[in-house]
């Protein structure tokens, strides 16, 4: 029926008329090929072609037993092929996949309530699961998110001050122009994370993964940032006076116009970028 090769697939249409032969020809003149001696040459990775053949006898397609990058590669070969039902199947299966890593404990509405009759005045979400939501704006201060998935939660202009946000996982979450004074990050993921403008002040941000964060105009007075990785964060004109940064990785981490005043940076800021940055030290 077919010899296939890591770079060529070629399919024999001298043979027998069956459902497979027809969708090849339709698809072949489709696609304006040429069909030269009964065979039709088409220059595909031969990766996932087994599963467009069973597809085309019975089908059946392994969706669901396949890794999402894997049902993103057969996707891109269905389209090519232009096996539509194949295609609706594994954009629906990718679509259900999505909404329900994105289903959330709370909403805006609740978390405002929780906030609103704290007992005691602290409010506690440790542990939930609020990844996409809009909180932007609100009065979160005095909140306990340890260990909350707040992956890609709006925060922008929010107040968090005094809050607890040890170990949450807050990737490429947004804290733009939040305000965020005395706030406790130990050990939190915010790689990605867009902290341009926001208020740091007097932070416990030790050992955080800032890899790649946005800290542009960043206010990190007094802030505490020993042991935390800063690769390739953008810092570029943030006020980092008097800030610890003992044992924190730098390396690619743009300090452009940056405040360094009294900080403390020993053994640091090796292939960090300090272009015009402002420094001193206490001795």
């Known amino acids: ?139 979160l201060s005095n909140v306990d998110f340890s260990f909350a998935c707040l992956k890609n939660v709006i925060f922008s202009r929010a107040n968090l001050c005094h809050s607890k946000v040890q170990e949450v996982d807050a990737e490429n979450t947004i804290f733009h122009d939040a305000t965020m004074s005395d706030c406790d990050f130990t050990r939190a993921n915010l790689r990605g994370a867009v902290l341009a403008g926001a208020d740091l002040q007097r932070a416990n941000l030790h050992c955080c993964r800032l890899c790649d964060a946005d800290l542009r105009s960043t206010h990190l007075q007094y802030a505490k940032l020993t042991d935390v990785n800063l690769e390739g964060a953008n810092l570029e004109k943030a006020n980092l006076e008097r800030a610890n940064l003992m044992g924190a990785k730098m390396s690619k981490a743009n300090l452009k116009g940056a405040n360094l005043q009294g900080a403390r940076l020993i053994g640091c800021l090796e292939g960090a970028n300090l272009h015009e940055a402002i420094r001193w030290t206490d001795n």
């Not at 069973?54 to 669901?64: E, H, K, T």
């Not at 590669?73 to 090519?80: D, G, Q, S, T």
């Not at 506690?124 to 909180?135: A, E, K, P, Q, T």
Request: aromatic share 8%.
């Open 1 to 139: 029926m077919s010899d296939v090769s890591n770079t060529r697939v070629m399919l024999d249409f001298l043979e027998h008329q069956t459902i497979l032969t027809m969708s090849m020809k339709i698809f072949c003149a489709q696609k304006e090929h040429v069909l030269l001696q009964g065979y039709v040459f088409i220059d595909r990775d031969g990766k996932h072609f087994r599963h467009i053949l069973n597809w085309l006898r019975d089908g059946v397609a392994p969706v669901s037993n396949l890794s999402d990058l894997e049902r993103v590669e057969l996707l891109r070969e269905a389209e090519y092929y232009q096996l539509l039902g194949l295609a609706d199947m594994i954009n629906e299966f990718l679509n259900k996949k999505k909404d329900e890593q994105t289903v959330t404990d709370l909403t805006r509405t609740n978390i405002i309530k929780c906030v609103q009759y704290a007992d005691g005045g602290r409010s506690r979400l440790i542990g939930v699961n609020l990844s996409g939501l809009d909180l932007s704006k609100l009065k």
